[in-house]
Every structure is written in C-alpha cells, then in structure tokens.
C-alpha cells in the first residue's frame, strides 16, 4: 500500500533534482523510494555524509554571496 507523505525542500534544489533525476528516467518519488529501500538494506545512510571544504565555503542555497 503506498501513502503519500510531505516534505520541505528548498525550492531550487527539488528543480535541479528533478532535471537530473529526469535526466537518468527517474521521477522525485522514485529516488527518494529507491534511497529509502537503500538505507533499509544497507541499515544507514548508503553515503558519506560530511561538509567538504569547497562545499562548506560556498553560501548556502538561496543565499546571496556577501
């Protein structure tokens, strides 16, 4: 049985998803289910999760560099 849940996501992010995600025939829903079922079989985060220095540098999405 499928339900339908709610997120918040910066806007601009959920746009550059889509074109990627869209890009490899995958729909938003999809890969969040795909990701999902990832962390169930590898039981976490089936990435790193770290700020890299060229990452931590920029500004945050949405916000204007000073």
């Known amino acids: 049985m499928k339900k ?3 997120v918040h996501l910066d806007e601009d992010l959920k ?3 889509d ?14 289910g795909l990701f999902l ?3 169930v079989d590898e039981g ?3 990435f790193q ?3 890299p220095k ?3 540098a920029q500004p945050e999405r ?3 560099e000073a």
Request: zero cysteines; hydrophobic letters at 55%.
């Open 4 to 6: 339908q849940y709610k």
């Open 15 to 17: 746009r550059d998803a």
């Open 19 to 32: 074109a990627v995600l869209s890009s490899m025939g995958l729909s938003f829903s999809t890969a969040v």
């Open 37 to 39: 079922l990832a962390v």
């Open 44 to 46: 976490a985060i089936p």
């Open 49 to 51: 999760v770290s700020a």
């Open 54 to 56: 060229a990452r931590a």
């Open 62 to 64: 949405g916000q204007a």
